[in-house]
């Protein structure tokens, strides 16, 4: 597709389920961010991916937390026995190659919007 | 830790008023400064960009400036207009030169 597009748009869970989330990138984009935006905090990484592999899953904020990369494109944000404080928006990125070598330019998607009752 | 601060909003102007978001950020080394906008249902794009001190980024009529005595970065646009209504997030690209760290961003309403 023409941007990155993420699914579900809105998914409401009850505590303790497992959820997931998924990100189709830009075509050809190798580098690929998972961030999160939680009211009043911002935007926080949670995990980087060159091609499948990811150097970086310093942000994943516990073992609850993990997300995958197949082919070079879609990856999937895994969130396992949902709390209150993983409702959240979900953010993916794509960029042609970690933004050290381009121009900075992240490409986002609308994000997931996660509630858990 | 790379850091970025943003003035709290929310921010509500008038059309055609003067537009300062300011921004200031931690970081070692010499850190890449961008600005990104998310409009409303959309997903956040680039605004402009800075890569080293005194660098001024410009777009749509904002502009920054690269301040490394004062590590700022801060956003101005001269007249402001209803469909700048949007949320405004400073980031920067640090010693860890594949990600950016964003600030919390700041959320403009501009009323005709």
Excluded at chain 2, 14 to 24: D, H, M, Q, R, V
Aim: charged content about 20%; some cysteine.
């Amino acid at each position: 597709g023409a941007g990155v597009s993420q699914s579900p748009s809105n998914k409401v869970t009850e505590k303790g389920k497992d959820v997931e989330l998924r990100c189709d990138p830009i075509s050809g984009h190798t580098a690929l961010y998972w961030y999160r935006q939680s009211l009043g905090q911002g935007l926080e990484f949670l995990i980087y991916f060159q091609g499948n592999s990811a150097p970086d899953k310093s942000g994943l904020p516990s073992d609850r937390f993990s997300a995958e990369r197949t082919g070079g494109s879609v990856s999937t944000l895994t969130i396992q026995r949902t709390q209150q404080e993983d409702s959240a928006v979900y953010l993916c990125a794509s960029s042609l190659g970690a933004v050290g070598l381009n121009t900075g330019e992240l490409f986002f998607g609308e994000g997931s919007r996660l509630t858990v009752l | 830790g790379d850091s970025v601060t943003q003035m709290e909003g929310p921010v509500t102007l008038s059309e055609e008023a003067f537009l300062t978001i300011n921004c200031t950020y931690t970081a070692t080394g010499y850190p890449s400064l961008f600005w990104y906008v998310q409009y409303p249902g959309e997903g956040l794009q680039l605004l402009l960009k800075a890569t080293k001190a005194d660098d001024k980024g410009s777009n749509k009529g904002f502009e920054a400036t690269y301040r490394k005595e004062t590590t700022s970065f801060h956003l101005e646009k001269g007249s402001v207009q209803v469909s700048d209504s949007a949320v405004y997030f400073c980031a920067l690209r640090g010693g860890s030169n594949y990600k950016l760290t964003f600030g919390k961003g700041t959320l403009l309403t501009v009323n005709p």
